[in-house]
């Protein structure tokens, strides 16, 4: 526990790296994943990446959001630990309604105060928002800064993610069926972000898988620029094993980084991008 007993939460869907969760106790709540026989699971609790993914050519599933009561009792134990207070960063309002329930819970818990954040973004660049939370909550940045300073943040941070098959994306309307249609068609890969109110939007477009990555790594160089020192981030599953690769080709082309971070994609996100993303989050350093 921190020394000011201040509980950091977060969904799943932030790719929060497990590591850095159990060092500093970050608490996170799992979306859902459906299949249409009807069995539930909890993503990254009974139901793993790989196992998705095998099942893809059988069917894709649905996701669903974290109850209100299955928020409420992780703050409730986070309570019963002995924290004070409480944090939610939460995965882009633009993509999901879990920050908006994450409000809803908050203001149920009298004499249990609790900030929620919109991290706008999704995946590992969400996840350097939470890495954020814990680490300003640990160095002693008051409660009551901690929600304009994360907001702050959480504008300045930034996703690029590039998929092999555009398939997922436009199965599950994130892409629309012009886009789907001619990237299919001509190789043309698109580089998607969040932009500033938190929608899938494309950033940049790139034709083959190949200079998809280089594009990907150029984006995340253009905001790296603007700062002094970054925190980046690279995301893909375990299968497709880009990570040295990736993150020697960062090193080479940004000279500011600060730090490195990796992240698995968790199950409820790669049912919306298939089973073959890169994705790359950028950060300014904050502390």
Same mark, same amino acid.
């Given at each position: 526990?921190?020394?000011?007993?201040?509980?950091?939460?977060?969904?799943?869907?932030?790719?929060?790296?497990?590591?850095?969760?159990?060092?500093?106790?970050?608490?996170?709540?799992?979306?859902?994943?459906?299949?249409?026989?009807?069995?539930?699971?909890?993503?990254?609790?009974?139901?793993?990446?790989?196992?998705?993914?095998?099942?893809?050519?059988?069917?894709?599933?649905?996701? /669903?959001?974290?109850?209100?009561?299955?928020?409420?009792?992780?703050?409730?134990?986070?309570?019963?630990?002995?924290?004070?207070?409480?944090?939610?960063?939460?995965? /882009?309002?633009?993509?999901?309604?879990?920050?908006?329930?994450?409000?809803?819970?908050?203001?149920?818990?009298?004499?249990?105060?609790?900030?929620?954040?919109?991290?706008?973004?999704?995946?590992?660049?969400?996840?350097?928002?939470?890495?954020?939370?814990?680490?300003?909550?640990?160095?002693?940045?008051?409660?009551?800064?901690?929600?304009?300073?994360?907001?702050?943040?959480?504008?300045?941070?930034?996703?690029?993610?590039?998929?092999?098959?555009?398939?997922?994306?436009?199965?599950?309307?994130?892409?629309?069926?012009?886009?789907?249609?001619?990237?299919?068609?001509?190789?043309?890969?698109?580089?998607?972000?969040?932009?500033?109110?938190?929608?899938?939007?494309?950033?940049?477009?790139?034709?083959?898988?190949?200079?998809?990555?280089?594009?990907?790594?150029?984006?995340?160089?253009?905001?790296?620029?603007? /700062?002094?020192?970054?925190?980046?981030?690279?995301?893909?599953?375990?299968?497709?094993?880009?990570?040295?690769?990736?993150?020697?080709?960062?090193?080479?082309?940004?000279?500011?980084?600060?730090?490195?971070?990796?992240?698995?994609? /968790?199950?409820?996100?790669?049912?919306?991008?298939?089973?073959?993303?890169?994705?790359?989050?950028?950060?300014?350093?904050?502390?």
């Amino acid at each position: 526990m921190n020394s000011q007993k201040i509980a950091i939460v977060t969904d799943s869907g932030t790719d929060t790296p497990p590591a850095f969760a159990a060092e500093h106790d970050v608490r996170i709540v799992p979306l859902g994943v459906n299949y249409s026989d009807g069995t539930h699971y909890q993503a990254g609790v009974d139901i793993t990446t790989d196992q998705i993914i095998a099942r893809f050519d059988e069917e894709i599933p649905h996701t /669903s959001l974290p109850s209100p009561e299955l928020i409420r009792q992780t703050f409730e134990r986070a309570q019963a630990d002995g924290y004070e207070r409480g944090v939610f960063v939460s995965i /882009s309002s633009g993509l999901s309604a879990t920050n908006q329930t994450a409000h809803l819970v908050a203001g149920e818990l009298p004499g249990f105060p609790i900030v929620v954040i919109d991290s706008k973004s999704i995946g590992v660049a969400a996840g350097l928002v939470v890495m954020a939370a814990a680490r300003m909550v640990e160095a002693g940045v008051p409660f009551d800064e901690l929600e304009a300073r994360l907001t702050a943040l959480s504008a300045e941070t930034h996703v690029f993610f590039c998929v092999k098959d555009l398939k997922w994306l436009h199965e599950g309307g994130r892409i629309d069926s012009f886009t789907y249609r001619v990237g299919s068609v001509l190789n043309v890969k698109p580089i998607i972000w969040c932009d500033a109110e938190g929608y899938y939007r494309t950033y940049k477009k790139a034709r083959g898988w190949e200079r998809a990555l280089a594009q990907e790594i150029r984006c995340v160089k253009e905001f790296a620029a603007r /700062s002094e020192h970054v925190i980046v981030a690279i995301a893909c599953t375990e299968a497709d094993a880009y990570f040295d690769e990736l993150e020697a080709r960062l090193r080479e082309e940004i000279p500011n980084i600060a730090e490195v971070v990796r992240s698995g994609i /968790s199950p409820a996100l790669i049912v919306h991008t298939g089973p073959e993303l890169v994705g790359m989050g950028v950060q300014p350093t904050y502390l």
